[in-house]
């Protein structure tokens, strides 16, 4: 007896699961990789900016954080420093 299954690779195998959704960009909550990835810098170098409070953080749980990427971006700019022009 020969059993065979077709296997489809159209849909994602859990249509519910956050993995498989798009991504929704610089819009909505963001996890610590994509923020650190943003500004292209170390996980590490982002929890340093979270402790000393310089970028915001929605804390979910103990160990869940989110971050808006329109607040960090915002947090950020202020420790933008300008040319300044000598006459």
């Known amino acids: 007896m020969k ?3 077709e ?8 249509p519910n699961n956050p993995k498989d959704r798009p991504h929704q960009g610089p819009v909505g909550l963001t996890t610590l990789d994509e923020v650190a990835q943003n500004l292209r810098v170390s996980r590490r170098y982002v929890q340093s900016l ?9 804390r979910i749980g103990k160990r869940c954080t989110r971050f808006d990427m329109v607040r960090v971006r915002s947090a950020i700019q202020r420790f933008e420093i300008e040319e300044m022009r000598l006459r």
């Open 50 to 58: 979270v402790r000393r409070k310089i970028i915001p953080v929605i």
């Open 3 to 5: 059993f065979s299954k």
């Open 7 to 14: 296997i489809t690779a159209a849909q994602p195998s859990y």
